[in-house]
Every structure is written in structure tokens, then in C-alpha cells.
């Protein structure tokens, strides 16, 4: 016995209904899955820009003492990584936007006070290391201001270079 046709077509209209809810579950669940994505991403795009920055400051302070001669008073053995040791440490402040340095004597170039970061920096210079006639530098950036404060991010580099006297670094 098959049955009429009027209770068939309501059947069905709730099995359309079910499909629609469904597919509304599974479009809910996709979209969220890519909201946690696109959140993720943001904060890894954060993370990289700031490690660029440090590399930059690292490698351009590297660049400054190795264009100094062995016996300028800027490169006498001394400093610390952990502490802020007069004549190897400086602070840099760069704006988060457009990279420019902060320029309080012509207002078009002055950032805003929120939108500036601080990175301090600290060198290391040891004589004679890792063998005689070489000095070692080794310099860290570390982020005082910004989202990467709470993270503890850092980055460190060394370079070696020859002393220019044969008498000694």
C-alpha cells in the first residue's frame, strides 16, 4: 500500500529542512575554524615584523663596530648581556608604523606617543676570543615596549673579527 501523495510532500519538506540545518552547522564550524586561523596569523605577522626589526638593529649595531680599528675606546673588552653596562648598551626607538625614528623637532615626522617601540640593546666585546688576535662581539636586542614584551622574544648575533695590530686586540 503506498501512501498518498499529500503526506509524501510533507515528509520530504522536512528532510529539506534537516539538509538546510546541516549544512548551516557545517558552514558555522568552517567559518570558525577560519577565524582561529586568520587570529593566529595576525599574531604570527606581529611576531615576524618584530624579529625583523631586531634583526636589523642587531646587524646595523654589528656593522658600527666592525667599522671601528682595534684600538678605538668603543672596542675595549667588556659589557654583559644580562646587565646594562655603561658604553655597551643603548636604547632605539622606531615608530610601529612606518619605521621612522621619532623626531620631536619637526612634527611631520614625530610619531604618536603610542605608536613608538623601544628596543635596548647590549654588547658583549671580548679580546682574544675564540683564539689570540681575534675579538669577539656578540650583541641582543630585547623589546622593551610592544606585544612581544610579555613573550620575553630576543634576538642575539656574534660576529668575529681580526684585531689590526699583530701586538694585540
Sequence with gaps: ??????????????????EVMIAIAILGIGLLGLAALLANLTGTTTQSRYLGTEVMLASEKLEDLNQRTSNDPFLVAGGS???DN????DVVQISSRNGRINDALDPA??????????FKRRWVIEANTPSALVRRITIIVIPQTGTLVEQAETFQTSMVRPCDTVAGC
Design 1 to 18: 500500500m503506498s501512501l498518498p501523495k499529500k503526506n509524501k510532500k510533507k515528509r520530504q519538506s522536512g528532510f529539506a529542512m534537516i
Design 86 to 89: 655603561a658604553g655597551y648598551f
Design 109 to 118: 615626522v614625530a610619531a604618536a606617543p603610542g605608536d613608538m617601540l623601544l
Design 81 to 83: 648581556l644580562a646587565a
